[in-house]
């Protein structure tokens, strides 16, 4: 499996920004793309989970409400819009998938391939 993540840059607060991560190399739909992000100095945190298989999704408390998560199974994509973004999110945003179902995502275990992260930086 391969994940590529896109769409990061520069965003002024209250702005938004729509990340991208295509994936390859499936041999199931029942798996969950998470993305997740890690600030300077800080630890590496999950922020939404999108199932492949029924769109299930799940949010950190942090998020909810300005981000939406999505994916286009046709397309092999999941999409993250960021909206109403916050100085304190910004950060390298990566996609992984792991383990089959969601849980896994929403727990942080068994997420064994990553991508090359996208740095969001929200700034005036």
């Known amino acids: 499996v391969q994940l590529q993540a896109s769409g990061g840059g520069l965003v002024q607060p209250g702005g938004s920004l729509r990340l991208s991560c295509a994936a390859s190399?499936?041999?199931?739909?029942?798996?969950?793309i998470g993305w997740f992000r890690q600030a300077p100095g800080k630890e590496r945190e999950g922020v939404s989970c999108?199932?492949?298989?029924?769109?299930?999704?799940h949010y950190a408390d942090s998020v909810k409400g300005r981000f939406t998560i999505s994916r286009d199974n046709a397309n092999n994509t999941v999409y993250l819009q960021m909206n109403s973004l916050k100085p304190e999110d910004t950060a390298v945003y990566y996609c992984?998938?792991?383990?089959?179902?969601?849980?896994?995502?929403?727990?942080?275990?068994?997420?064994?391939?990553w991508g090359k992260g996208t740095l969001v930086t929200v700034s005036s």
């Open positions: 992984a998938t792991g383990l089959p179902g969601l849980a896994p995502c929403v727990h942080h275990y068994g997420m064994d391939y």
């Open positions: 999108i199932s492949r298989s029924d769109g299930r999704t």
């Open positions: 190399g499936f041999t199931s739909d029942y798996y969950a």
